[in-house]
């Protein structure tokens, strides 16, 4: 029996089922069909998720959408399924869906998140959600944050590898287990989706504050033996709003959906620059 024969069955006289069934069997039999088409129901309905959506740019509101609820849904799929059915006009940003663009990070009932990789049932309270854009960026429109100054801040921290050879040089070898490299690849597959940025109170205090996702990205780099810009790289970090200005408390490596710890890329870079200074190699 389909859904809608169940829901055209449940809508007539259930005083009166004869008149329903047109006769067929006894009325005793009819109310066990009845009965057992309310087990069905129970298990076959689908319950639903109330959805609450930023809508609009820095001044806008919250809007509440029902979403059906479904077995292993994410919080990305909700959004989707608003824009699919509800309206079209929901701007959001994802690419990859499996954790490895770093473009669907939201704040989801007040955390930053990778919205791909975050299951409903594990952040829904009572079946309702809260979806807004990531903070501490501003907003273009309804869940997308925009990112131009969280990469402008990448390249005021000297983001950007700067090769001490060319290509006609011989590749370099690196010991997997130097102490340099090990630093490095404690922090290099940050994806930079933003969400120790959205974390960070300190950013949120210091808007010039260059951010955790910059001073990792710093540190793996200072840490790369083929560089030739570290003093450059370490007089950057080391300015105002670089790494000094960190309070340690830790926001991004408690949100960090790659288990990474930019607090403590962070601490290289305070170490490294106060060395640097010692040796009379920067300026104060
Ligand atoms: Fe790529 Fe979520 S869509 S990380």
């Known amino acids: 029996m389909n859904l809608l024969a169940v829901r055209a069955m449940g809508s007539c006289n259930r005083s009166n089922p004869e008149a329903w069934l047109a006769g067929t069997g006894s009325p005793a039999s009819v109310a066990l069909v009845f009965a057992a088409i309310e087990v069905v129901m129970e298990g076959t309905l689908q319950k639903s998720l109330r959805v609450s959506l930023w809508r609009g740019g820095a001044d806008g509101r919250y809007v509440s959408y ?107 070898r690196i010991a997997p287990d130097s102490a340099a490299r090990r630093a490095a690849a404690a922090a290099i597959e940050c994806i930079n989706c933003g969400v120790c940025y959205a974390a960070c109170d300190t950013v949120r205090w210091n808007p010039d504050y260059l951010g955790p996702a910059a001073l990792n990205r710093a540190w793996t780099l200072v840490n790369d033996v083929r560089d030739a810009a570290n003093l450059e790289r370490l007089a950057a970090v080391a300015a105002d709003g670089g790494c000094h200005a960190c309070h340690s408390h830790q926001s991004c490596q408690e949100h960090c959906p790659l288990a990474l710890n930019p607090t403590a890329s962070i601490a290289g870079l305070k170490r490294a620059s106060a060395r640097a200074y010692l040796r009379g190699e920067l300026k104060p």
């Not at 704040?107 to 998140?113: A, D, I, K, L, Q």
């Not at 990112?147 to 950007?160: C, I, L, N, T, V």
């Open 66 to 172: 029902e979403v059906p609820a479904r077995e292993s849904q994410t919080v990305l799929d909700v959004v989707t399924w608003v824009q699919r059915n509800a309206d079209a006009t929901l701007s959001y940003r994802f690419a990859c869906r499996v954790g490895m663009c770093g473009s669907c990070a939201m704040t989801v009932n007040g955390r930053p998140r990778w919205t791909c990789r975050t299951h409903v049932s594990k952040v829904a309270s009572n079946g309702q959600l809260t979806v807004g854009p990531l903070e501490n960026l501003p907003v273009i429109k309804d869940l997308a944050a925009d990112m131009r100054e969280f990469f402008d801040k990448w390249q005021r921290a000297k983001g950007r590898f700067a090769p001490s050879k060319s290509r006609a040089d011989p590749v370099e």
